[in-house]
């Protein structure tokens, strides 16, 4: 069955520490990938995605996430958080080809950055 | 920026009632999706719409829950008989539907059962 997985449940930062959010995925075939950031009070944002190409792809707001085939993972990674980057984390995955709406979750991750 | 837009932002309703959560996809998209995410829990998938009809459904999507684009703009998601665990936030989505795009969300809609 497909699936996407999230290591961590609430993570806790400090100001300018670096960030790495664990993915991985299980599916049958070629995935796509996506993260998405969803601020308090505020609707899903993509912040990236992979369909093909370079596995390293950058986002918005200094994000990146690097698709390791063998490892089935998808990490999200900042080297620098800033405040403003409090908000819960969703990595989504879904078949390659066609509508990418049909997308499934990951159970999401809370990001706290401490002033 | 277009964006998708859900409205009312919270709905609250008495178990056995019927709700109707309504959606204004970006226009010219062609695909659209309702998800949910109870509290505490993954957003889930609902169902897909293109064409006029109901491409996917997921095994939450049973005969309680319909879908509708009543008119050009408007896409709607209606639960008959409203039970406690309904109670969540619903998201409707869009996509282009041309290529590997993503899908654009909106900002939800909070609905309580009471």
């Known amino acids: 069955a497909q699936s996407v997985s999230q290591h961590n449940h609430h993570v806790i930062l400090s100001e300018a520490a670096s960030l790495e959010l664990g993915c991985n995925y299980s599916?049958?075939?070629?995935?796509?990938l996506f993260w998405y950031v969803q601020y308090p009070g505020q609707h899903l944002q993509l912040l990236l995605k992979?369909?093909?190409?370079?596995?390293l792809v950058k986002g918005i707001k200094g994000f990146e996430a690097e698709f390791i085939k063998s490892k089935f993972s998808f990490n999200l990674r900042k080297p620098s958080v800033q405040w403003s980057d409090t908000a819960e984390y969703f990595c989504?995955?879904?078949?390659?080809?066609?509508?990418?709406?049909?997308?499934?979750f990951g159970k999401g991750t809370k990001l706290s950055v401490k002033p | 920026e277009p964006e998708v837009t859900q409205t009312p932002s919270h709905q609250v309703t008495q178990m056995g009632q019927e709700v109707i959560l309504r959606c204004v996809p970006i226009?010219?998209?062609?695909?659209f999706y309702w998800y949910r995410q109870i509290l505490g829990q993954k957003v889930e998938f609902l169902v897909s719409?293109?064409?006029?009809?109901?491409?996917?459904k997921s095994e939450i999507f049973d005969d309680q829950f319909s879908v509708e684009r009543p008119d050009g703009s408007n896409f709607t998601l209606k639960i008959r008989s409203t039970k406690l665990e309904d109670s969540a936030m619903y998201f409707c989505a869009s996509n282009p539907g041309q290529g590997n795009t993503e899908a654009f969300f909106g900002q939800g809609t909070r609905l309580t059962v009471v």
């Open positions: 226009s010219n998209h062609l695909y």
């Open positions: 719409f293109y064409n006029n009809e109901i491409s996917e």
């Open positions: 992979y369909f093909s190409g370079d596995p």
């Open positions: 989504a995955g879904g078949s390659y080809g066609g509508s990418q709406g049909n997308l499934i």
């Open positions: 599916y049958g075939g070629t995935v796509n």
